[in-house]
């Protein structure tokens, strides 16, 4: 993944509505439009492989429209510009971040010690529970 011509990428092919914001920010909620709904067509996204794309697609598929757009919104800010801006970012990481590949786990066996730390609790939480039980009748 080249993450530069990802951000070119996206930043240039990004689309961007603004609508009025809610919240606080006085009369200023009422008059301007500072909401900003930032989209990008999954299939405009260069710096990607077509495995990265394909990652992409379903692990961002419940914010992908049925047009192939994924969509960010944010109204955190009383700016359009910035918001604009975090919205743009937003978009990114979430492309980077879903294209990003997990490195395989690998699988390791327990030591010697813990096993033995693991034996040594059993028998204790045995012990505790057995002086709960009531001494055997004499019959």
Do not use: C, H, W
């Amino acid at each position: 993944m080249d993450i530069e011509l990802l951000r070119a990428s996206v930043t240039a092919s990004a689309e961007t509505d603004f609508s009025r914001s809610s919240g606080p920010g006085g009369q200023n909620v009422n008059k301007v439009n500072t909401k900003v709904t930032a989209r990008v067509r999954i299939a405009a996204i260069e710096g990607l492989s077509p495995s990265e794309l394909e990652l992409v697609r379903t692990r961002l598929s419940n914010r992908i429209t049925t047009e192939g757009e994924l969509v960010a919104q944010v109204q955190e800010e009383r700016s359009q510009r910035i918001n604009r801006e975090k919205a743009i970012e937003k978009l990114i990481s979430l492309v980077a971040r879903a294209a990003k590949r997990e490195a395989p786990r690998i699988p390791t066996k327990p030591t010697k010690a813990s096993k033995e730390r693991k034996i040594a609790t059993k028998k204790n939480r045995s012990l505790t529970k057995q002086n709960r039980r009531n001494p055997p009748s004499e019959g």
